[in-house]
C-alpha cells in the first residue's frame, strides 16, 4: 500500500478532534447507500414492469406483422413461404455483446383478416375488433390468451360451414354485451347491399363457444376471434387476407427481418414490427426511467455536497498535519491524491452499502411479492422486478464518479497549504 492510501485510511479511521465532521462523514456514506439504494430499486422496477407490458403485448400480438398497400391479398401460403426463408446474419458487435448466438429468423407465420364491427346481443350493443384467424397456425405466432369458459380455439378446429360459425370473445366483451357460452349474437357491418331504400348493413349470427382473457382491459373489452373462413365469407374476400403475423427468433431483430421481409416480397407488400407499433409508449417507458434516474442521482448529489463539506473541515483540521508531511517531503499531488482518496473511500463504502442493500430489496420483492398493486391499472398485481448486471453497474460507477468529482476542490485546497504559514500560526 502506498503511503497516501495509508494515510487516507488512517484519516477515516481516527478520531478526530471535532465529532462533528465524523457525523457528517457517516451521514454522507449513508446518503450515498441511500442513493444507490433507491436508484437499483426503482430502475428494477421500471424495467420489471416494461418487460412484463412488453410480455403482455407480444402475448397478443405478432412480432411483425405483413401487409399489403391495395388492402388484401391472395397467393398466402407461397408468401408465407417466403417469408419463413428469411434469415438475418449476426454480425454486430452489438448482438455479440449481448450473447445472442446464430442468426436471427423467422420462426412461424399465420394469415389473419381484420374486421371492425359492431357486435349485438338484443341486450346491449358493444363496438370490437375481430380477428379472422386459423387456429392450427395461430398459437405458434401469439396466444389469444386464457380461456375462463367455453371450448376456445377447439370449436374452431372441428367447425363447418354448414353451421353457426363460433365466435370468441373477450371477458369484459362479454360482460358488456351481457352474453354466456351457448348463446348467440350478431355481428353488424356497416358496409353492406346497397337497395332503392339505401345502404343496408350486413349481419350475421355467430354462436359463443368461448371467453378468453389476456390480462389487459382494453384487449379484453375490444377483441373477438372468429375462424378466418368464417371471416373471409363475411367481408366476401374468397381466399385472400389482410395480412401475415410473424414470430421470430429474437423480439430485438424484429427492425432488421421486417425490412429483408419488405424486400424480399417486394412491392407492394410492407412489414411493421412491434417497436415500431408500440413505439410512443415504450418511448414513454424509456423516458420516464431514465428521469427516475436522473431524479434520485440528486440524492446521490446531496451526499456529494455533504463528502465536500466533510473534505474542507478535515483540512482545516488537518492543517498542521499537512504542513508536516510537506516538510517531510511529501509534493502537492501526494497531498492531493490523499484527500482524493479519502473522498473516494467514502464513496465507495457507500456504494457497496448501497449495492448490497438495493439488491438484497429486489430479492426479497421478486421472490415474497408483499407489495400489492391494482393488476387494473398496472396488468400485475406485484412490482415486477427484473435487475440487470449492466443497470447495477451503471449506477455504482455513477454514484464513485460523482463523488469523485466532489472530493477534487477540497483536495486541491489541501494541496496548496503553505507550510511555514500552517505552522506558525498552529
Request: hydrophobic share 50%; glycine share 8%; aromatic share 8%.
Amino acid at each position: 500500500m502506498n503511503f497516501e492510501c495509508f494515510i487516507a485510511l488512517r484519516y477515516l479511521r481516527a478520531k478526530r478532534k471535532q465529532a462533528f465532521i465524523s457525523l457528517i462523514t457517516l451521514i454522507s456514506i449513508a446518503g450515498v447507500a441511500v442513493g444507490v439504494m433507491a436508484l437499483i430499486v426503482v430502475i428494477a422496477v421500471m424495467t420489471g414492469f416494461e418487460n412484463h407490458l412488453r410480455t403482455k403485448i407480444l402475448g397478443i400480438n405478432s412480432h411483425i406483422s405483413v401487409k399489403n398497400y391495395e388492402g388484401t391479398f391472395g397467393n398466402m401460403e407461397s408468401i408465407r413461404q417466403d417469408v419463413l426463408e428469411v434469415v438475418l446474419p449476426r454480425n454486430n458487435i452489438f448482438n455479440l455483446v449481448r450473447g445472442k448466438e446464430g442468426d436471427a429468423k423467422v420462426v412461424a407465420a399465420t394469415p389473419l383478416v381484420y374486421i371492425q364491427a359492431l357486435l349485438s346481443s338484443g341486450r346491449a350493443v358493444s363496438g370490437a375488433a375481430i380477428r379472422g384467424i386459423e387456429p392450427d397456425s395461430i398459437q405458434e405466432v401469439f396466444s389469444v390468451g386464457e380461456i375462463v369458459r367455453g371450448e376456445g380455439l377447439k370449436a374452431f378446429e372441428n367447425y363447418s360451414e354448414s353451421e353457426i360459425p363460433p365466435i370468441l370473445l373477450g371477458k369484459e366483451l362479454a360482460r358488456n354485451l351481457g352474453v354466456a357460452v351457448g348463446q348467440s349474437i350478431q355481428v353488424v357491418l356497416p358496409s353492406g347491399t346497397i337497395t332503392p331504400v339505401g345502404m343496408l348493413p350486413r349481419i350475421r349470427t355467430f354462436r359463443v363457444t368461448g371467453v378468453n382473457t389476456t390480462g389487459m382491459y382494453e384487449y379484453d373489452a375490444s377483441l373477438a376471434f372468429i375462424p378466418i373462413e368464417a371471416a373471409q365469407r363475411l367481408l366476401g374476400l374468397g381466399d385472400k387476407v389482410h395480412g401475415l403475423e410473424i414470430k421470430v427468433s429474437d423480439i430485438y431483430a424484429t427492425d432488421g427481418l421486417a425490412t429483408a421481409i419488405q424486400k424480399r416480397l417486394g412491392f407492394p407488400f410492407w412489414a411493421i414490427d412491434w417497436q415500431q407499433m408500440s413505439r410512443n409508449l415504450f418511448s414513454a417507458l424509456k423516458l420516464e426511467k431514465f428521469a427516475m434516474f436522473i431524479i434520485l442521482t440528486l440524492i446521490v448529489l446531496v451526499a456529494a455536497f455533504n463528502i465536500v463539506s466533510t473534505l474542507i473541515m478535515m483540512v482545516m483540521e488537518k492543517n498542521q498535519d499537512i504542513a508536516i508531511l510537506k516538510t517531510l517531503g511529501a509534493r502537492d499531488k501526494n497531498i492531493l491524491r490523499i484527500f482524493i482518496y479519502n473522498g473516494l473511500l467514502v464513496g465507495l463504502i457507500g456504494t457497496i452499502l448501497g449495492v448490497s442493500g438495493g439488491v438484497s430489496l429486489c430479492f426479497l420483492l421478486s421472490r415474497y411479492k408483499f407489495i400489492k398493486i391494482p393488476s387494473e391499472v398496472y396488468y400485475t398485481d406485484t412490482l415486477p422486478i427484473l435487475l440487470h448486471a449492466g443497470d447495477v453497474a451503471i449506477i455504482s460507477i455513477s454514484a464513485i464518479l460523482i463523488c469523485f468529482f466532489a472530493t477534487i476542490y477540497p483536495a486541491r485546497q489541501a494541496a496548496r497549504v503553505n507550510p511555514s504559514e500552517a505552522l506558525r500560526t498552529g
